[in-house]
């Protein structure tokens, strides 16, 4: 199983929201370079990174910080927050990142990502953010009038291979991660899934490590690593156990 520290870019530095709310950011780090660099030396293999600035703004305002991150973290990068277009995509691969993530592209313009997996297989992963089961785009200001588990089953279809699936009503609550919907969407879709949104402990690590055989292939750890409420090194080595 796969850990993917989180990191959220706004302003340039390294946040965290609650439940996606920007009147609710606590910021962690003023140098997003220096803490991909700190993920890297405890052992992730990859790091998450969100410009929640672009989530909203429909294009990337935190390129600098990626830049940043991809220098000091010398790991694989992936990238989301407000990606929806071609060239956008391209830039940011062309920049290093090694994965691009669509969400609210995915609902809105599913022709895109057919096109991104068709021109760039393997690095397209796409994101789906529900509230009860009802997908959110535009940085989780709006329904998409769809299911998570049907636009799962759409991604399929157009050639992504990965999903990230996040629970809204538990990011950045620490109230553990929603197992089941995650399980849902791997079944649906038949795709490797990245848990999101809710993880407090060791305990919803091993949790989600005993669903691997049900399409949970790794999961993202934000405001819980930020705290310290988890320790990226130990997680590393529950996530590689046999």
């Known amino acids: 199983m796969n850990i993917y520290p989180a990191i959220d870019l706004r302003g340039g530095n390294c946040v965290r929201l609650v439940k996606g709310d920007f009147s609710r950011e606590t910021v962690y780090s003023t140098d997003p370079g220096a ?5 890297a030396d405890e052992g992730a293999s990859c790091i998450h990174v969100v410009d929640l600035d672009g989530a909203v703004a429909g294009e990337s305002r935190n390129l600098l910080s990626i830049d940043a991150i991809l220098k000091q973290g010398n790991i694989p990068i992936e990238v989301g927050g407000g990606i929806r277009t071609m060239e956008h995509i391209a830039r940011l691969l062309d920049r290093g990142v090694h994965q691009v993530i669509l969400g609210s592209a995915a609902v809105k313009n599913p022709e895109l990502v057919k096109e991104a997996c068709d021109r760039y297989p ?32 759409k991604m399929a279809e157009a050639g992504v291979r990965r999903i990230i699936f996040t629970d809204i009503a538990r990011d950045g609550m620490l109230s553990g991660v929603n197992v089941e919907a995650t ?60």
Do not use: F, P
Not at 35 to 39: C, H, P, Q, R
Not at 195 to 207: F, Q
């Open 35 to 39: 803490m991909a660099k700190k993920w």
């Open 122 to 153: 393997g690095r397209i992963v796409v994101g789906i953010d529900a509230k009860n089961g009802d997908v959110a785009v535009e940085g989780w200001e709006a329904s998409g009038h769809i299911q998570a588990e049907d636009l799962a089953r």
């Open 183 to 242: 399980v849902n969407v791997a079944r649906a879709s038949g795709l490797a899934v990245t848990a999101s949104g809710g993880v407090a402990s060791l305990e919803d690590l091993k949790i989600l490590k005993k669903r691997e055989t049900d399409g949970i292939e790794g999961c993202i750890i934000g405001k819980a690593l930020y705290t310290g409420a988890i320790d990226l090194r130990q997680a590393v080595r529950i996530a590689k156990e046999a």
